[in-house]
C-alpha cells in the first residue's frame, strides 16, 4: 500500500501525458526531422575533418541517418516516428562525443537534444532520450572512458563522473518536465474553478476508452436558469454559485473520475464505469446541489439538469460522441420539467433536431400570426357561475398543427421568446376581457400566466400598467399568475415586482401550488390574492382519500390567509362534490369547460360571454 502511494505521489509530479493536436506535432516533427537528417549529411564530412577514415565517417553517417528510415515508413504511427527521430538525433550526440575524443564542450550537444526531443510532449521518445544518456555516460564511461570523457580524472573515477554527467543531464531533463506540466495546467484547467476543462475532459475519455474494453460514462450537467442569477444577483455571485457547485461536484464523484466545466454553467463528470454507476453519481450531485447554496449571504436553491450516456449505446467510443449524446439527454431533461436525469436512449439526437427545427419556427410564430389565445372558464362552486377565464396560448403550426404547450413553452422559455409570445398574449387577453365586459355588461376577470422570464427581462410593471391604459380593463380584473419556481430563485427581487405590480390594482395568483420549494414559508411574504391549487391533488380526490386531507390543508391555510382559491384540473363530479364539502371557492377544469377560442365563448352577441353552466 505504501508503495502505491508513493507511486500514485510520483505520477502526479510527472506531466498528464496530454498528447498534442495533430497539426502541432506535424509541425514540431517536421522541423526536428530536418534537424535530424543536416545532422546525418554533415556527420560524414565532420568524421573526415577530423581526420577519421573513410569506413569510419561511413559508420558515423549510417549511425545517425539510418533510423530516420523508420521515421518514413508507409502508416508509421507518432510513437515510432518520433522515437525513430530522437535515436537519430541522439546518435548524433554520441558520434560528436566519439569524434572529439569525450571533449567536455561535445556533451553540451545532449542538452540540446533532450530539449528537442521534450517538443514532442510525449513519454516514448523523452524515455528513450534518457535511456540512450544513462547507458552512454555509464556503460560506455565504464568500458571505454576515453571516448566518452575528455580529462584524466574521470578516466581514474569514471563511475563518479558518469554521475555527475548524470546530474546534470537529469536536472536539465526536470527543469523541462517542470516547463511541460506547467504548460500542461495552464491549457488543461479552468481559471475560475479549477476544474479540467472540455480539452482535458475529452483526453481522459478518450484514453479510458481506449485502454479498457469495459463501459466508460459522461454526465452533462447544466444549471437550471442560471441567466436569472446573473441578472437578477450580479455576475460576482453567479462566479460564486459556480465554485459551490464545483466543490459539491467533486465531493461526489470517485478517485478516477474526471469532472470539468466546460463553460458558463455545463459542467461534465467521465465515470469510469457503466451507466448504473454514472446513474448513482447523477443522483447523489442532484441531492447534494438540492440543499440550499450560501450565495451573496443569501441562501440560493437551483436545480441541475443532467443527462447521461454511455459507451455501451454509442456509435463509436469515442469521447465527442458520448459528450454528444449526455448532452442531448441533458436537453431532454430540460424539456421534461428540469431538475432532473436523464439518460440517452437511440432517437434522441433525431428529436434534438426536430427539437431544433421546432425553436427555428417559433422564432417567427408570433410575427406569423401563428399564435392563438385560448379561453377556460373559472367558475364560482357555490353558484355555479363564470367569474372570469384563464387565458392559454397555442400555437398552430402551419405543418404540424396544433403544437401542445408542454412541447412549444419550455423551448420558449430556454430561447427567450416567451417574453415576446407573454408580450402578445397579455394584449390580447386583456383586450378580449374589455370587449367581453362592455358586452355583457358585467364584470369578467381574466388571468394571464408570466413567465420567470418577463420577471426578469422585461419591465413588465410599465408594460402591464401600459395595456390597461389602452384598453380601458380595470387594473381589479386582471390577474397575473405566477408559478412557485420563479418564487424560489432570487425572492427578494421577485417579490418587489409583485408589490409593484399589486399596486397597480391587478391581482396575484400563486399556479400549481404544492408543487414548489417551501411553499409554507414563502407564502406568508408573497403579495399573493389568489392560490391556485395543482391538478395532480385534486385528480386524486375523493371522499377520505389522502389528497382530500392535503387539499383541505391548503384551503384551510389560504383562508386563515385571506386568500382565494381555485382549484384546478376538476374532471368529475365527485371532484367538485368532493371540493364543495371542503368550502373551496372557485375550479376550473373540463367539467366546466375546455379551453377554447374567444368565438366559441360567445352567446348570441358578439362579444356577451354569459356563465357557463355547472357541470356543462
Known sequence: MDL?????RLAALLPEGRLLPDAVWHR?????????GAQAVLMGPLALALGESLPVAAGVLVAVGYPLAFAALPGAGRRLRSGATTVSLLAASVALVYLLDGLTEAHFHFFVVIGLVALYQSWAPFGIALLVVVLHHGVLGMLWPHTVFGHAAAHHDP?????????????????????????????????????ANRTLLVETADRLLQRRSGPVSVLFVDLDDFKDVNDSRGHAAGD???????????SCVRAGDEVARLGGDEFAVVVDGGPDTAVTIGERVLRAVAEPLPVGGRPLVIGLSIGVADSTTAA?????????NADLAMYRAKGLGKNRLVRYTEGMAQAAEDRATLGAD???????????????????????????YEALVRWRHPRRGLVPPAEFVPLAEESGHIVEIGRWVLDRAVRQAAAWSAGSGQP???AVNLSPRQLTDDDIVRRVADVLADTGLPAGQLTLEVTEGVLVRDVDTVIDQLHALRALGVRIAIDDFGTGYSSLSYLRRLPADIVKIDRSFVQDLRPGGPSTTLVSSIIELARSLHLEVVAEGVETEV???????????????YLFGRPQPADAHRRGDEHAAPPVPAGA
Open 4 to 8: 502505491m502511494r508513493l507511486h500514485q
Open 28 to 36: 514540431r516533427h517536421r522541423v526536428l526531422l530536418r534537424i535530424a
Open 159 to 195: 563511475w563518479v563522473w558518469a554521475g555527475i554527467h548524470a546530474a546534470f543531464v537529469l536536472a536539465a531533463s526536470l527543469a523541462h518536465l517542470a516547463s511541460w506540466r506547467l504548460n500542461e495546467q495552464q491549457g488543461l484547467r479552468d481559471p475560475l474553478t479549477g476544474l
Open 240 to 250: 460564486q454559485l459556480l465554485l459551490t457547485v464545483a466543490d459539491r461536484l467533486r
Open 316 to 324: 463509436d467510443r469515442r469521447a465527442g460522441t458520448l459528450l454528444h
Open 362 to 388: 417559433l422564432a417567427v410564430a408570433t410575427r406569423a400570426g401563428q399564435l392563438e389565445v385560448y379561453y377556460q372558464p373559472t367558475v364560482e362552486l357555490a353558484a355555479g357561475r363564470t367569474t372570469g
Open 444 to 446: 369578467l376577470g381574466i
Open 575 to 589: 371532484q367538485r362534490a368532493v371540493l364543495d364539502d371542503l368550502t373551496c371557492s372557485h375550479a376550473q377544469g
